[in-house]
């Protein structure tokens, strides 16, 4: 055998940090999420702002691999499988950051035996419990080589990638408590999936061709990013949309403008509109570099980056003034009463806690050991299939 | 039917906490966390004045659950934890309820608390009426309205404690209720009226 494919050392590494993951998590078990840094003011952290991210990231894939067929662009085909790999471990990845961030994950049953539909939140266990057996249908049917089933479950995948994004969306946009409630929330979420996931599946390719698992050649890699470029614009369009309208009336959502513009979450928001919409379209929109490796490696991580930092901003924006204010201000909760001190907050704070972060290394990391070890076994494998056994049907059917 | 309703005279509000004390007590709340409070409206500062001399005013906006007719906390709760019940309170059932907090970014007034660890009581034994459920870590809570008393025909006792009698209590579908009355004959503010929750709590002078 070849030693094509990621290595043991690297995986190693990754299979470490989830094992420290796993302990933070029985820590976080026993301690409850108090020993996260979220309070009653900023009651989501870290783990939701990674979980919006992980959905986007998962679109990608399954969307570049539908495309293939759903559109017949025959040039995608090849990457097919590598591009649905990534889907299926971005969602488990954002799955595994919804458990984490329940209190009484013990009782989760209840939402088999009581669901309450009305609940975005519902939907959002549906859609993407629903999106992720036609990722695992999909791999398995292109592991068989079942063409046919693959073109046929592409014409629901393609709609359903687009639901998951807008649902996840939906648990935010559809709250009329906080600075969220906008109509354009799901199609900003679909197209900050479309611009990340891609992203994303970029580095992923790039990263399988560098290992040797599957070549990428410059055509595709320049078509890609081609896309790529497109999406951001989209992206950064339906952004400018919301800014004005939040903007226009200079009242209402002032407050939470003013966060994002020059308050605490606008590093986060300057960072996503220079970095992370910028530079990569104009580095993109320059025809040269779409074949140039490096930039299309620092536009794509400039993008995934930026895409994280909105996450940031969108989220946390909205925690930090509180609709009925006055003094003394929010109880922080029983964490705040055990560090002793001020248990008081007139506006919303938050810093994660080393727990916390490490929780989600942890299951990024999960994530990442996956993503090799799929690769390892069902494209390189293939590979080798195709390169040294063509003549030989029964091997290839005994594999 | 029944609508359990609250009305706060914010002419009377003297801002003393007793109702944030009482209420404490009476259900057990643990440490760093309160079903009600009572706020300086437009201050950082607890008891400061706001304006400019000599036009200053200082007025106390007592804030808990607004047991509202159109309760976003409930339409978002995946599990059905939160509820509203048969006599127009907003309840949580704390067996099912999950931790996702959900209900804690709907509600517009920041009146849930969420028991982020194992709750701190002061003296450890707890305090409080025996029949209030006891809640663990992971779970959300909020006013119930004192669900206990108020099953039984009785106020609650942020009712019951508050000096100067700002607090009136009565059901808002009995036509002839002092607190029917209230609605009908007072100045009435509804807090963030715009978001449509229609509160059952109010506000009068």
């Given at each position: 055998m070849q030693t094509k494919g990621f290595s043991k050392v690297a995986m190693g590494v990754f299979g470490a940090l989830t094992l420290v993951g796993i302990a933070c998590w029985i820590f976080q078990l026993i301690g409850g999420l108090g020993v996260t840094g979220m309070s009653n003011t900023t009651s989501w952290g870290l783990y939701i702002c990674m979980f919006m991210l992980f959905v986007g990231l998962s679109a990608g894939g399954l969307i570049v691999a539908s495309s293939a067929h759903v559109f017949g662009i025959e040039k995608f085909k090849p990457i097919a499988k590598p591009a649905v790999i990534m889907s299926t471990v971005c969602i488990c990845v954002a799955g595994m950051l919804i458990l984490v961030d329940l209190g009484g994950i013990q009782r989760i049953w209840r939402l088999v035996t009581g669901?309450?539909?009305?609940s975005p939140l519902l939907w959002d266990v549906c859609i993407i419990t629903i999106y992720l057996v036609i990722n695992i249908l999909d791999l398995v049917w292109m592991q068989k080589g079942e063409n046919d089933k693959v073109r046929k479950l592409s014409y629901v995948a393609l709609p359903v990638a687009i639901l998951v994004h807008s649902v996840t969306a939906w648990i935010f946009g559809?709250?009329?408590?906080?600075?969220?409630?906008?109509?354009i929330m799901a199609p900003i979420f679909v197209a900050s999936a479309l611009d990340s996931g891609l992203a994303l599946l970029l580095l992923g390719l790039l990263l399988i061709d560098k290992v040797g698992i599957a070549e990428l050649g410059d055509e595709l890699l320049a078509s890609l990013a081609k896309l790529l470029a497109t999406f951001i614009a989209v992206d950064a369009f339906f952004i400018g949309c919301e800014l004005l309208t939040m903007a226009?009336?200079?009242?209402?959502?002032a407050a939470a403008l003013s966060h994002m513009l020059s308050g605490a979450t606008a590093p986060f928001f300057w960072f996503e509109i220079i970095g992370g919409l910028l530079v990569p379209f104009v580095i993109l929109a320059i025809a040269n570099n779409r074949t140039k490796r490096g930039m299309v490696v620092l536009a794509s991580a400039l993008v995934v980056l930026g895409v994280a930092c909105k996450r940031i901003w969108l989220l946390f924006t909205s925690f930090i003034t509180p609709n009925v204010a006055g003094a003394p201000g929010i109880a922080g909760g029983s964490a705040a009463a055990r560090e002793g001190g001020d248990i008081w907050a007139i506006i919303g704070t938050y810093a994660p806690t080393l727990p916390e972060i490490l929780i989600v290394v942890g299951v990024i990391s999960l994530g990442v050991l996956a993503f090799m070890v799929l690769c390892n076994k069902l494209v390189a494998g293939e590979e080798v299939e195709q390169q040294v056994s063509l003549p030989s049907e029964e091997v290839a059917q005994a594999a | 039917m029944t609508k359990l309703a609250l009305a706060i005279n914010q002419k009377r509000c003297i801002g003393c906490q007793a109702c944030a004390e009482a209420c404490k007590m009476e259900n057990n709340v643990g440490m760093g966390m309160l079903w009600t409070r009572t706020l300086t409206e437009?201050?950082?500062?607890?008891?400061a004045a706001v304006g400019e001399f000599p036009n200053l005013r200082m007025d106390y906006l007592p804030l808990g659950c607004q047991h509202c007719e159109n309760p976003a906390c409930q339409k978002v709760c995946p599990t059905g934890a939160t509820y509203k019940d048969e006599m127009g309170r907003v309840e949580i059932d704390y067996d099912k309820c999950i931790g996702c907090r959900m209900c804690m970014a709907a509600c517009p007034y920041n009146v849930r608390v969420f028991n982020w660890t194992e709750p701190v009581h002061d003296p450890e034994t707890g305090y409080g009426d025996a029949t209030v459920p006891v809640r663990h870590k992971g779970v959300m809570e909020k006013c119930t309205l004192c669900k206990q008393r108020t099953d039984n025909g009785q106020k609650p006792m942020c009712v019951v404690c508050c000096p100067t009698h700002a607090r009136v209590f009565g059901d808002l579908d009995d036509p002839n209720s002092e607190i029917s009355r209230l609605k009908r004959e007072r100045t009435v503010r509804i807090l963030?009226?715009?978001?449509?929750?229609?509160?059952q709590v109010f506000y009068f002078v």
């Open positions: 669901p309450n539909f009305m559809l709250q009329i408590a906080r600075a969220w409630y906008t109509a226009y009336p200079g009242a209402g959502e | 437009g201050s950082d500062v607890m008891d963030l009226e715009e978001m449509g929750t229609e509160p």
